[in-house]
């Protein structure tokens, strides 16, 4: 049975008085059903792990380099946020594609690196409104987790998370049907190339505009084992609902 994953981005937000939120969520669940992530900034790492030292809630960083060191100014290693407290990276962000032109394949050497460091990865994947709108979400995504997903992915250092471009930030949310499309698809595609091992234990999360209001229903749909929550992450009144109903979810 996979353990569901309620995990939160906080994207470029939160200073060192922003740590009262990270205590508040770690002291809202205190034993949580399901896994919590918070992925702060680099600069709160160090701070967060001390306060959340002993707490259920796995702390993560946002993005790491594909090599170990090197002359690669303003880049952070998987072996320095390891050093700084993360158990876990984002890579593969939609941000991170569009924003720095980052590729697939370049998504998987990130996603290698932070396994071999120790890091569990949460792989990103999605397509924008006009290849949805194409007809096209589901070559997009096989193509993005063919090329993105290591050949070392297993179900305890892999999570992928699936976030349709058009609904990040936007206050727009796929419907069900479309989730639960993608997600099946998703998980098939994991089966087929890794076995019902790796396949069926690797968390598949949805995210885009995922929301107290939404999420009970988001995460009745089959094959979501959890979310990978923007700004609503960022405080616990809007997390701790978020985090309950997933809690409360069937099991996939």
């Known amino acids: ?3 569901k994953l309620a995990a939160g981005n906080w994207k470029m937000n939160g200073t060192r008085a922003s740590l009262a939120e990270v205590q508040a969520i770690a002291k ?18 160090s701070l967060a792990a001390d306060q959340l030292s002993g707490t259920s809630v796995i702390l993560g960083a946002q993005d790491c380099h594909s090599e170990p060191s090197g002359a690669h100014t303003g880049d952070l290693s998987a ?9 876990a990276v984002i890579v593969g962000h939609s941000e991170r594609r569009e924003n720095h032109e980052e590729s697939s394949e370049l998504v998987r050497a990130k ?3 932070a396994n071999e460091a120790g890091l569990m990865s949460v792989i990103c994947l999605g397509e924008s409104l006009a290849q949805r ?3 096209n979400t ?5 193509g993005q987790l063919s090329a993105s ?14 976030e349709p471009i058009w609904a990040i930030g936007t206050g727009m949310t796929a419907t069900t049907a479309q989730i639960g499309e993608v997600h099946d698809f998703i998980r098939a595609r994991l089966e087929r190339r890794f076995g019902a091992g790796v396949g069926l234990s690797t968390r598949i999360l949805y995210g885009g505009s995922v929301k107290p209001a939404n999420a009970a229903e988001i995460f009745a749909v089959s094959n979501v084992d959890g979310a990978l929550v923007g700004g609503a992450s960022l405080t616990q009144a809007d997390f701790t609902p978020i985090v309950t109903a997933l809690d409360a979810a069937p099991e996939n």
């Open 138 to 142: 589901l070559d997009i995504i096989a």
């Open 1 to 3: 049975m996979r353990r």
């Open 111 to 113: 996603a290698r690196a």
């Open 133 to 135: 709108e194409a007809a």
């Open 149 to 162: 997903v290591p050949d070392t992915a297993t179900g305890e250092n892999t999570v992928i998370a699936y």
């Open 79 to 87: 072996a320095m946020l390891v050093e700084a407290g993360a158990r």
């Open 28 to 45: 809202a669940h205190p034993a949580a059903q399901s896994d919590l992530l918070l992925c702060l900034p680099a600069t709160l790492l």
